[in-house]
């Protein structure tokens, strides 16, 4: 019956081991009590002592392996068999010279010597000095390299009788624990190996794929490549709203994307949704964002106006341009204005360049485009009031309901401020409702 | 009603209940002749001799093992630990034993036992000498701590504290032993557990203990000529916290901020805000403001030390930019 040798457990919280070395070899007999193999835990290095007797067969794990607690690492059993056939080569270990870039030189066979675990907490060591070089015979308690942990400098033996067939890692080389850093061989190496950490890729794995140039001590640091991502404003979406102003606003069904859209700045707080509920209208009637301002004016004012200078003066369509015009500029804004005239019921559009800067009697539309306002004349529809999506400048609706003009501007944020928007409208309503002092 | 002084009502109250109770005593230093730096205890060795006003040699940690021992067997000693910053030194005999004898003995013994000392700065008795470290022995579990914040509570809270069968520690402000305050003739008792709403309002609450609560007081009322209706809450208790009496009001004004005059980081002010986040969170207008000593030795200097604790002026500033929606952090 064969004996399976399995990774013990020997720490209260330990899930796997690190094999030091093996202390017999494939097909070696074995009695009970022979020590097998050295196991380094992240507390001590215990020697693993066989639990049978007989021969030490299918070793899967070699030296440098770190195993997890409980898996099958050998088998002891009756007579000693060759080495398995297969020896599962997805386990194989990966510094295995059957792994490594061909380009790579051959990795000499012999005794590995891995990074010691020298600190209770240590997860790396930096190699401070080489006592040996490639080639050079090494007795086992020889000084074969210094180690720098965080806590101290250590020396630290060969462990094994031999010569130094590969070095794998360069002074200043920082190695992750149970790595291996050199191979010791019992013949004299004829192509000993030398080898820094970065030369063997980023990784810094035991896996030496990338092609050993010569050593290169000046090489850049294997620093990893990634770039800190930026880090993200955590805002985004989200508003910032004390608990109690969110937890009402959700149950009152209130969207506090209205007190964003109305520019009051966050944080909302309780007394904001006051604000909320007092703006319900335009979350009704407007069509993302368009913002409407309406008047209404008796028609006389206008209409005995144009009757005294009939004649004189050009269409209505022509005069209101030039009420638009006015009151734009003296809501604010500066440049030449451009007014266009749309007629929708005769589907026609004139375009005026600062029709407030000519007498009324010279008015007459030119070519231009982009206007700053688009008067909408629909007085001689039926129409008595209507709210569009704003253009691509602020609409100036002119509808006429019984004996009165209705004004109705629509605009975006983008296009007029609120206030500029109520001077605007006020200012063409003061003109139509009495024309003189447009003059004035 | 009559006045009296905080420390006339803690003296009525210990003379009263060693009339009431023969198992009653009071150990400590300068406690019978002295009658203690502060005259707190003056007259009552004569009426009750050396033998229950027990005068101790100087050594707080020999003293309160004493009185440990005592309470477990059958009496109900009344410790006066001189300065609360003495407190270190009997850490072992309150916290390890007095404060866990009752569970590991599995009921069997009780430490009916009441410690007496104080806090406050602004006495100029410099670090050693002006500690609030009420949030130390309130860490502990099987502790009690009242906080008295008047004559009255001072009282009250004394003699229900000497006939609960747990220790409990009794912290009085040492500015306020001369502060008077209308004490009823009759006997009273005040639970431990039971906070006392002493004004009411609808925007903003003030939770102060001990010297905090008058500094709170004074907040209240700068703020109500500014139209902000601050309601002031003193927890008497801070173990048992009267947990359901705070929430309630922070549930209803929405915003509270929690005085105390204990070191602000990891005190009572930090575990008070943190239960009313925990459990009133949805109904909170703004962060919940801890206002405690600064973390900093007690100065000696008086300019220095008078800065070094929350104000009526500066506890209403911070009501005020809460209430105002200003307590604006990064998202």
Not at chain 1, 30 to 45: N, P, Q
């Amino acid at each position: 019956m064969p004996h399976e040798v399995i990774m013990p457990a020997l720490g209260m919280a330990q899930d796997s081991g690190l094999i030091v070395a093996w202390h017999k070899n494939q097909g070696d007999a074995v009695s009970m009590g022979d020590t097998l193999f050295e196991v380094e835990t992240d507390k001590a290095t215990m020697e693993v002592e066989a639990q049978a007797s007989g021969f030490l067969n299918r070793v899967s794990r070699q030296a440098g392996d770190d195993v997890p607690v409980g898996e099958v690492i050998a088998v002891i059993g009756d007579s000693a068999e060759a080495a398995p056939p297969e020896q599962t080569p997805k386990e194989m270990p990966k510094e295995m010279p059957e792994n490594i870039d061909p380009a790579a030189p051959e990795m000499p066979k012999g005794a590995e010597v891995i990074m010691p675990a020298l600190g209770m907490a240590q997860d790396s060591g930096v190699i401070v000095a080489w006592h040996k070089s490639p080639g050079d015979a090494a007795a086992s308690s020889d000084v074969l390299f210094e180690v720098e942990t965080d806590k101290s400098t250590v020396e630290v033996e060969a462990g094994h009788d031999g010569y130094v067939a590969a070095l794998l890692a360069e002074p200043g080389d920082e190695v992750p624990v149970g790595d291996v850093i050199a191979v010791i061989s019992a013949t004299k190496p004829e192509t000993p190996v030398q080898l820094s950490r970065q030369s063997q890729g980023p990784s810094a794995s035991r896996s030496a794929e990338t092609p050993a140039a010569a050593p290169a001590p000046s090489s850049e640091p294997a620093a990893s490549p990634q770039v800190a991502k930026p880090a993200a404003m955590a805002t985004g979406d989200r508003i910032l709203v004390s608990p109690k102003a969110r937890r009402l606003a959700l149950e009152q069904g209130l969207d506090l994307k209205g007190l964003i859209e109305a520019g009051i700045p966050q944080p909302f707080h309780v007394a904001d949704l006051e604000m909320l509920r007092s703006l319900p209208a335009k979350t009704a009637t407007g069509p993302s964002g368009t913002q409407n301002v309406l008047a209404r004016v008796s028609v006389t004012g206008f209409s005995d106006f144009f009757d005294r200078f009939d004649g004189q003066i050009p269409t209505p369509g022509a005069v209101w341009a030039a009420f638009a015009a006015a009151s734009l500029r003296s809501a604010g804004s500066r440049s030449d204005i451009v007014v266009r005239l749309d007629t929708p019921l005769l589907g026609s559009s004139a375009f005026f360049v600062d029709p407030d800067l000519v007498p009324l009697s010279r008015i007459a539309p030119c070519e231009a485009d982009a206007p700053q306002i688009v008067l909408r004349d629909l007085t001689a529809s039926r129409i008595t009031g209507l709210t569009l999506v704003a253009d691509d400048a602020p609409v100036l609706t002119v509808s006429r309901d019984g004996t009165d003009y209705v004004l109705s501007l629509d605009f975006t944020e983008a296009q007029l401020a609120a206030n500029a928007a109520i001077r605007l409208v006020e200012g063409v309503a003061a003109r139509l409702g009495e024309p003189l002092r447009h003059l004035l | 009603m009559r006045e009296i002084t905080l420390s006339q009502a803690v003296n009525e109250a210990l003379a009263e209940e060693m009339r009431r109770d023969e198992t009653v005593f009071i150990i400590g230093e300068d406690v019978a002749e002295a009658g203690t730096p502060f005259k707190v205890l003056s007259g009552l060795v004569e009426e009750f001799g050396t033998q229950r006003v027990i005068d101790t040699p100087i050594s707080e940690p020999g003293f309160m093992g004493l009185a440990v021992g005592a309470a477990m067997t059958g009496t109900r000693p009344v410790v006066d630990l001189m300065f609360g910053d003495f407190l270190f030194l009997v850490m072992d005999q309150l916290c390890n034993q007095a404060a866990k004898i009752h569970y590991m003995s599995g009921g069997k013994l009780n430490v009916p036992l009441v410690v007496r000392t104080n806090l406050g700065a602004t006495r100029r008795s410099a670090a050693q000498h002006s500690q609030s470290l009420h949030a130390l022995v309130a860490h502990i579990p099987g502790l009690k701590v009242a906080l008295p914040s008047s004559a009255y509570e001072a009282k009250g809270l004394m003699k229900t504290a000497i006939r609960d069968n747990n220790p409990v520690v009794i912290f009085e402000d040492k500015l306020m032993y001369n502060d008077k305050a209308p004490v009823p003739e009759e006997e009273y008792l005040i639970p431990l557990g039971e906070a006392n709403v002493l004004r009411e309002g609808s925007d903003i609450t003030l939770i102060g203990t001990s010297s905090m609560v008058q500094v709170c007081q004074k907040a209240a009322g700068l703020l109500a000529h500014e139209r902000i209706s601050a309601e002031v809450i003193d927890p008497r208790t801070i173990v048992p916290l009267d947990e359901a009496a705070l929430l309630k009001s922070a549930k209803k004004t929405s915003r509270v901020i929690v005085v105390d005059e204990g070191h602000q980081s990891f005190g009572i002010t930090g575990e008070i805000a943190s239960r009313i986040n925990e459990k009133a969170f949805y109904h909170l207008d703004g962060p919940v403001l801890r206002m405690g000593a600064m973390d900093v030795p007690v100065p000696f200097s008086p300019a220095l030390e008078d800065l070094t604790v929350p104000t009526p002026e500066g506890v209403a500033e911070k009501a005020r930019k809460l209430v105002a929606g200003e307590m604006i952090h990064a998202a």
